[in-house]
C-alpha cells in the first residue's frame, strides 16, 4: 500500500468511528441517542487507535494534517510529502463523512435539530469567541504532537502504541475537549463539513463556514509549535522556527486576552443598560 492510499484509509476509518459515535448520541432513533460527552470522547480516542493500527506501516498514520506539519516543522518528515499526505487526509475524510451519513440514513429525517446535524460532521465551540476558539484549538492540537512526541519516546510491547495514542485522544477529549469540540485535526473537521454542504442530509441547516477557519488554523499553528517545541526543549535543537512560532504563539495570546477583556466589559454595558430599561419601564 503505497503511503498515500495509506493517509486515506486511515483518516477515512477514523472519520468513520469519530463521526460515528456523535451520530450515535446525537441523532434522534439511535439506540445510542443520549450517551454524553464521555462515549464521544472514547469513542473518538479509539478510532484514532483503530486509524493508526490500519495504515501505521504504510504511511506512519499522520491521519492529520496538523501532524504532518509538526513532524515536517521538526525536521522528521519531508516537506516534499506534505501536499500529499494533506491530500490523501482531506479526500478520507470527505469519504469517512460520506459512510457516516449513509450509515445512520434512517436518522436525519427524525432529527429536526439542524446544529446536531451539523455536530456530526464538524465542530462548534460551546462559546463562540474566535480568538479565543483558536487559542483553544492551538493548546489541544500543541498537547496531541507534542504528547505523540513523548509516546514516541518510550518503548512499549509490540503492538501497544496505537492504543496508548487512542487514550491521548480521549484525555485530550476530556480535559481540553468542552470549549470547542476539540478539532485538533484540519482534515477531521473541513472534510466532514464539506460533506455536510455536498450531501443531500434531510431538514440540515448551514455549514457554518464563518467558524470553518477556526479548526484550520488554530490546529496547524498548534501542530507546527508542538514540533518545534519538543525538538528545541527536549532535543535541544532550536531552529529559527522555533522562535518564529514562539512569537506568533504569544501574539495571539495576547490579542485572545484583550478580545475576551473588551468583549466582558461590552457585555456588562449591555447588562447595565438593560437593567435601566427595566427600572425605567417599571416606573412608568
Not at 487559542?135 to 518510550?154: H, K, W, Y
Request: aromatic content about 12%; overall charge neutral.
Amino acid at each position: 500500500m503505497s503511503p498515500f492510499l495509506g493517509e486515506l484509509i486511515g483518516t477515512m476509518i477514523l472519520i468513520i468511528l469519530g463521526g460515528g459515535v456523535v451520530a450515535g448520541v446525537v441523532l434522534k432513533g439511535s439506540k445510542a441517542e443520549g450517551s454524553g460527552w464521555i462515549v464521544i470522547t472514547v469513542g473518538w480516542g479509539l478510532a484514532v487507535a483503530m486509524g493508526v493500527y490500519a495504515v501505521g506501516n504504510f504511511s506512519g498514520a499522520h491521519i492529520n494534517p496538523a501532524v504532518t506539519f509538526g513532524l515536517a516543522a521538526s525536521g522528521e518528515f519531508p516537506w516534499s510529502d506534505v501536499p500529499m499526505y494533506i491530500a490523501a487526509q482531506m479526500i478520507g475524510a470527505i469519504l469517512g463523512a460520506c459512510v457516516v451519513f449513509f450509515h445512520y440514513l434512517a436518522q436525519w429525517r427524525k432529527t429536526e435539530d439542524k446544529a446536531a446535524k451539523l455536530g456530526v460532521f464538524a465542530t462548534d465551540p460551546a462559546i463562540r469567541n474566535y480568538s479565543a476558539n483558536v487559542v483553544s484549538e492551538m493548546i489541544g492540537t500543541f498537547i496531541l504532537v507534542l504528547g505523540l512526541a513523548f509516546i514516541g519516546a518510550n518503548e512499549f510491547t509490540e503492538g501497544l502504541n496505537p492504543l496508548i495514542v487512542g487514550l491521548l485522544i480521549v484525555a485530550i477529549g476530556v480535559s481540553l475537549g468542552g470549549t470547542t469540540g476539540y478539532a485538533i485535526n484540519p482534515a477531521r473537521d473541513l472534510g466532514p463539513r464539506i460533506a455536510h454542504f455536498l450531501l443531500p442530509i434531510p431538514g440540515k441547516g448551514s455549514s457554518d463556514w464563518k467558524y470553518a477557519w477556526v479548526p484550520v488554523v488554530g490546529p496547524i499553528i498548534g501542530g507546527i509549535y508542538g514540533g518545534v517545541f519538543h525538538q528545541a526543549i527536549f532535543l535541544g535543537e532550536v531552529t529559527p522556527l522555533f522562535w518564529i512560532f514562539t512569537g506568533i504563539v504569544a501574539v495571539i495570546f495576547i490579542y485572545a486576552q484583550i478580545q475576551n477583556a473588551r468583549k466582558y466589559k461590552q457585555e456588562i454595558a449591555v447588562h447595565r443598560y438593560n437593567q435601566i430599561e427595566k427600572k425605567e419601564s417599571l416606573s412608568n
